[in-house]
């Protein structure tokens, strides 16, 4: 089950997300959902289109029911796969 602690190892695809900083001003505060993941980029639809936001330079928020997950980009800028296999030690 998906919850805070083990995040960074699962699927991001179908999980609401804010962009909560970023090193690009025209990405930071877009909200939406996953809809596909690379290892350097998320896609994201919100109401104004897909918009990609690089995780490397970027902080997000994700939404687990009514908890919201801060996550540094630099973290998961992986290949999905390969992060699901990671040991996670405290974050």
């Not at 699962?10 to 962009?19: A, C, D, M, P, T």
């Not at 993941?37 to 939404?63: P, W």
């Not at 973290?75 to 699901?84: H, L, V, Y």
């Amino acid at each position: 089950m998906i919850n805070q602690k083990n995040l960074i190892r699962h699927e991001f695809i179908g999980l609401r997300v804010n962009v909560v900083e970023s090193s690009n001003k025209f990405v930071k505060g877009i909200t939406g959902e996953v809809v596909d993941e690379t290892s350097q980029t998320l896609l994201i639809k919100t109401d104004d289109g897909y918009k990609r936001v690089e995780k490397a330079n970027s902080r997000f928020a994700f939404m687990l029911g009514d908890k919201r997950v801060r996550v540094d980009g630099k973290r998961i800028e992986m290949r999905p796969e390969n992060r699901i296999k990671i040991k996670v030690k405290k974050w």
